[in-house]
Nanobody
Framework: VRIVESGGGVVQAGGSLRLSCATSGFTFGDYTIGWFRQAPGKEREAVSCLSNRDGIRYYADSVKGRFTTSSDNAKNTVYLQMNSLKPEDTAVYYC????????WGQGTQVTVSS
């Protein structure tokens, strides 16, 4: 199993970014992919997840209405579209799936300046 995040960067408050999570090594359409984030000095928290099997999505209250997760089954890739970004969204964003055990990517840094 391989997970690679990309798309992070520095953006001003109110701006947008789209993160990508490219996966391989498992049957993408059968599994749930989650987005998590970890800010300095804080615990890792769940942001969003998408069940590729039935399309059910979950969003943390802090990002509802601003973030949207989607997938491209042909590319085995999940996206996190982040709009109306706030400084408190600054964190390293990680992609996760459970395939016998938890698998994580290396993370991608998102920095939102005020």
């Amino acid at each position: 199993v391989r997970i690679v995040e990309s798309g992070g960067g520095v953006v001003q408050a109110g701006g947008s970014l789209r993160l990508s999570c490219a996966t391989s090594g498992f049957t993408f359409g059968d599994y749930t992919i989650g987005w998590f984030r970890q800010a300095p000095g804080k615990e890792r928290e769940a942001v969003s997840c998408l069940s590729n099997r039935d399309g059910i999505r979950y969003y943390a209250d802090s990002v509802k209405g601003r973030f949207t997760t989607s997938s491209d089954n042909a590319k085995n890739t999940v996206y996190l579209q982040m709009n109306s970004l706030k400084p408190e969204d600054t964190a390293v964003y990680y992609c996760n799936t459970y395939y016998g055990r938890d698998y994580w990517g290396q993370g991608t840094q998102v920095t939102v300046s005020s």
